[in-house]
């Protein structure tokens, strides 16, 4: 019987649809698991097609093409190790997410995964079948588990699978980043080991769909709960880990324990690795965005350059007669930082035209927030036009306590395509800048040192619409106004835990008011990173339509 078992562990970022891609990637890490002598290659959950697909599995002749491009890599890859990889199966016209080890030239063993999460961004009683709870499966002589992601995350599955022969358990995963998510994966893996005495390997894929970015951070515990290797977080790795048989069973050989970041470089990074790919994957090479000399949009520039490079990002100063001097000279600071190319386009001329266009329809009306929307429309129409012509893909720039409470014009300062900073608070965003002007890492494309000066941080924040205008005059200050929606929107809560907290309760009935009736105007929105649980789009559905309010 061997004393040694080598698995090549694969934690690479798939792209959804890539069905040929996702192949090639999967070969290749077959073929350097051949070259390590390694037993058996394994790539994450629903690998071959990428994930979430979301309704796309459900689509017959997508689910077929996926199916026989597994069958085709068994072919492929027949001589040498196993490989374990995820992928939808049909049986008996049933749809599972399911884990097939191909051996032989043929798909030798199937895992179906039982559990189906059907929470936050996860759909799966929609999209699959629930599978049975089967045994381990053979490689040479070791006998292995798989419980598919969350399946790892219930003690039923791994108890059958200990109780039925299994000597180590290998759990591939697409787990979506949110922040601390590894603590929370790291204790569920801990009560796994403990639960079962076994070995566990916690394999995850790695790169940006959609709002989602999965992390990495592939990881080993021996029994006791002993973290015996860590893989990256967010960078790509095909690792090679072995397992020893010693008298009380199979335990992981120590390997490399690579350092976790703090969740201020984690989210960070999240925002650039998500950008990066979702421009990738999509097809476009160049970003613009609108740069107003605030503190937001300053960082969405940080993150593009970081994410793109500084040759392909171009920003935008669109000012009017209320644009402050301090708002033009930090503008032009940041983009000169960044070593962008920058543009400085009025929009006086425009203006004009429109408010003569409407000057018979609208005589005799007072000015309000009609005329202070034609600016942020007509910037929204400008830099549109940029993005046609020039083939960039608009960015949109407003931070979830922006997001929350509908503080953006729609068809104006929300026109784009991608918003790295829709999961992150406005107190946040200063936070992030300064951590941005501290810490450098080289992941990151653009230059080290502050890139956006303390006057952008340190200024009142302002849409700058009307003459004087500051953000605390429509809005509860930052501090507070986040304090809130941490409340109602993160954890749930109701007016009376506002008040519990402090806070006053007229300011968090308006304030829920404004999370209500701005449904709509996030029903449109550019996706955007999901840094929490939290996260607007999929973690939180609610109707646009609504007219219940908390009494509280």
């Given at each position: ?199 566990v390997i916690y394999l995850n894929m790695v790169g940006g769909q959609d709002d989602q970015v999965f992390d990495g951070a592939t990881f080993g515990l021996n029994p006791g709960g002993e973290l ?11 690792t090679h880990i072995d397992l020893a048989r010693q008298d009380a069973g199979w335990r992981i050989v120590p390997a490399e324990i690579v350092p976790q970041p703090d969740e201020w470089e984690q ?210 200050d930052y501090p507070v106004l986040d304090a809130i929606l941490e409340i109602l929107v993160d954890q749930d809560g109701s007016v009376a835990d506002c008040v519990s907290a402090g806070i006053d ?48």
């Amino acid at each position: 019987m061997a004393d040694r078992f080598r698995i090549t562990l694969a934690q690479l970022n798939p792209t959804v649809g890539d069905i040929n891609g996702n192949a090639a990637m999967a070969a290749e890490a077959w073929r350097q698991a051949h070259e390590a002598n390694a037993d058996l290659v394994a790539l994450p959950e629903m690998f071959i097609t990428g994930y979430n697909t979301q309704d796309l599995v459900m689509k017959p002749v997508f689910h077929r093409a996926a199916m026989n491009a597994v069958e085709k890599l068994a072919q492929d890859c027949a001589d040498g190790p196993a490989m374990a990889i995820g992928a939808p199966w049909v049986e008996e016209d049933k749809l599972f997410n399911a884990y097939l080890i191909l051996k032989g030239g043929r798909i030798a063993s199937k895992v179906l995964k039982h559990h189906l999460p059907n929470e936050t961004v996860f759909d799966e009683v929609r999209l699959y079948d629930s599978g049975p709870m089967g045994g381990p499966y053979a490689v040479g002589n070791t006998r292995i588990g798989s419980p598919i992601c969350e399946d790892g995350w219930h003690e039923d599955v791994s108890e059958t699978l200990e109780e039925t022969g299994a000597e180590f358990l290998l759990i591939p995963n697409g787990s979506p980043y949110f922040r601390n998510k590894y603590d929370v994966r790291l204790n569920q893996m801990v009560a796994r080991v403990v639960e079962t005495g076994l070995p566990v390997i916690y394999l995850n894929m790695v790169g940006g769909q959609d709002d989602q970015v999965f992390d990495g951070a592939t990881f080993g515990l021996n029994p006791g709960g002993e973290l015996a290797f860590r893989m990256p977080v967010f960078d790509e790795a095909i690792t090679h880990i072995d397992l020893a048989r010693q008298d009380a069973g199979w335990r992981i050989v120590p390997a490399e324990i690579v350092p976790q970041p703090d969740e201020w470089e984690q989210d960070y990074r999240a925002m650039v690795q998500s950008l990066r790919d979702y421009m990738d994957k999509t097809g476009f090479k160049r970003a613009l965005l609108g740069l107003s000399g605030g503190v937001d949009s300053a960082l969405v520039a940080a993150i593009a350059v970081d994410a793109i490079g500084a040759d392909n990002v171009r920003c935008v100063m669109l000012p009017s007669e209320f644009t402050s001097q301090a708002s033009l000279e930090d503008a032009e600071a940041v983009a000169k930082a960044l070593g962008v190319h920058y543009d400085f386009v009025p929009i006086t001329e425009g203006r004009t035209a429109v408010t003569n266009t409407l000057a018979s329809l609208f005589s005799g009306c007072e000015e309000d927030l009609t005329e202070e929307n034609i600016q942020s429309r007509l910037r929204g129409l400008l830099l549109m036009a940029i993005s046609n012509k020039f083939g960039e893909m608009l960015l949109t720039t407003g931070n979830k306590s922006e997001v929350a409470v509908g503080y953006a014009t729609i068809y104006g300062d929300m026109n784009g395509g991608y918003n790295p900073i829709k999961d992150l608070y406005k107190t946040r965003v200063f936070k992030t800048c300064r951590w941005r002007n501290d810490n450098h890492r080289d992941w990151m494309k653009g230059p080290s040192g502050e890139v956006i000066r303390d006057s952008v941080i340190d200024k009142p924040p302002s849409a700058e619409l009307r003459a004087d205008q500051k953000d605390s005059d429509s809005l509860p200050d930052y501090p507070v106004l986040d304090a809130i929606l941490e409340i109602l929107v993160d954890q749930d809560g109701s007016v009376a835990d506002c008040v519990s907290a402090g806070i006053d309760a007229a300011d968090a009935k308006r304030v829920e008011h404004l999370i209500y009736i701005s449904e709509y105007k996030r029903f449109q929105s550019a996706p955007g990173t999901r840094l929490t649980p939290r996260a607007f789009w999929l973690d939180r559905r609610y109707p646009i339509v609504n007219r219940w309010r908390d009494q509280g």
